[in-house]
């Protein structure tokens, strides 16, 4: 159920800036891409632009075969694309089990609902335990398995994660790292977004560097650590 995510000649902004610059990058069926980049340099906004959460401007953006460019949000993430966003952002006022039963909202069958919810609890046994309390009593590190378990539900082809380590202790992060390994050996083509260079690498199959909103690097991981930008940026 796998599919690639392909970014063409994409440029994207806020008012009159562009901040995204002739972006062409692609995201393998099966496997795990990633985009480095430091602050600023436009990483949520490519993951806004792909499900036109922030209009392109020009380029094309395809899943497998389809242009998804410029529709409605509802009919990308209906397409296959979920997103686990910056901050992660649980419904703190809802439990875990609601928050789950959001992420696949667009689905009616309520066998295949239950199904993925006893999936989400195969990785995530704690969620399981903590089904009925309140998100937002969560900590910091569950409420990333929320998030993460939130975007499973949707059964996405492509599944795209802005910055999942930030602000998680270097034993979770190490915790989280393999579960989008192992929902990626599942067969779900990830695009992941992360300053954790270290980390990342070691479960990438293929990333690139973005820098003021333009493409500077592209290789698989021995490259990347090889690559003058990334080591003059994240490791002195
Ligand atoms: N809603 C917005 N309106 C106007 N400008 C924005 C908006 N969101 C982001 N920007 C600007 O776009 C540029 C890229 O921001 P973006 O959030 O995409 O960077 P990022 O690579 O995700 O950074 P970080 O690693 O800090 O999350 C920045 O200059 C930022 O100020
Ligand atoms: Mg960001």
Redesign the pocket.
Known sequence: MSAPLTVTSLTA???Q?D?LHDVNLRAQAGQITCLL??????????I?TILNLTAPRAGRITLAQDDITGKPTHEIVAAGIACIP?GRKVFAKSTVEENLRLGAYAEEDKSAVIARMQRVFDIFPRLNERRTQLAGTMSGGEQAMVSIGRGLMAAPKVLLI??PSLGLSPLFVQENFKVIQRINEQGVTVFL?E?NVRQTLKIAHYGYV?AQ?RVVAEGNAAQLRRDEQVQAAYFG
Do not use: H, I
């Not at 430091?38 to 949520?44: C, F, Q, V």
């Open positions: 902004g806020y008012d800036a901040v980049g430091a602050n600023g340099s436009g990483k949520t906004t490519l806004r910056e802005d910055e977004v300053q973005l909103g």
